[in-house]
């Protein structure tokens, strides 16, 4: 069993910064893929970025978002930079302990957060 809780949300001004955590516990998740997603009020649930070696993000997010992990802390970061309106939504943390599985579906993953609120004012 793995426990992650997310952190960081908050509200900011459009342009501003934001770096979301995941802490797991329960088991080690270094060697797997972590994943962020995030729902805003009416929409589905998107994927936003993963990383197991190295990270992915989606298209609406790469350039302004990083995903990194910090092994020793069994902890995951999303630092949001030049956020944006549409960026305001609630932010998932996810965790896939096995191989294989798409990085951008949210069905492959085995563990979810509690989810931590961004909102970006304009």
């Known amino acids: 069993q793995v426990q992650l809780v997310e952190s960081g949300g908050g509200l900011v001004q459009a342009g501003g910064s934001l770096r979301l955590s995941c802490a797991a516990s329960?088991?080690?998740?270094?060697?797997?893929?972590m994943g962020w997603f995030r729902q805003a009020p009416g929409k589905e649930r998107e994927f936003v970025a993963a990383?197991?070696?190295?990270?992915v993000y989606t298209d609406s997010v790469k350039g302004r978002f990083t995903i990194f992990r910090d092994n020793a802390k069994n902890t995951v970061y999303l630092q949001m930079n030049s956020l944006k309106p549409e960026d305001t939504a609630v932010y998932y943390c996810?965790?896939?302990?096995?191989?294989?599985?798409?990085?951008?579906?949210?069905?492959?993953?085995?563990?979810w957060g509690q989810g931590t609120r961004v909102t970006i004012s304009s």
């Open positions: 990383i197991r070696s190295s990270g």
């Open positions: 329960g088991r080690t998740v270094s060697d797997y893929r």
């Open positions: 996810a965790a896939r302990m096995s191989y294989g599985g798409t990085y951008s579906v949210a069905k492959d993953y085995d563990y």
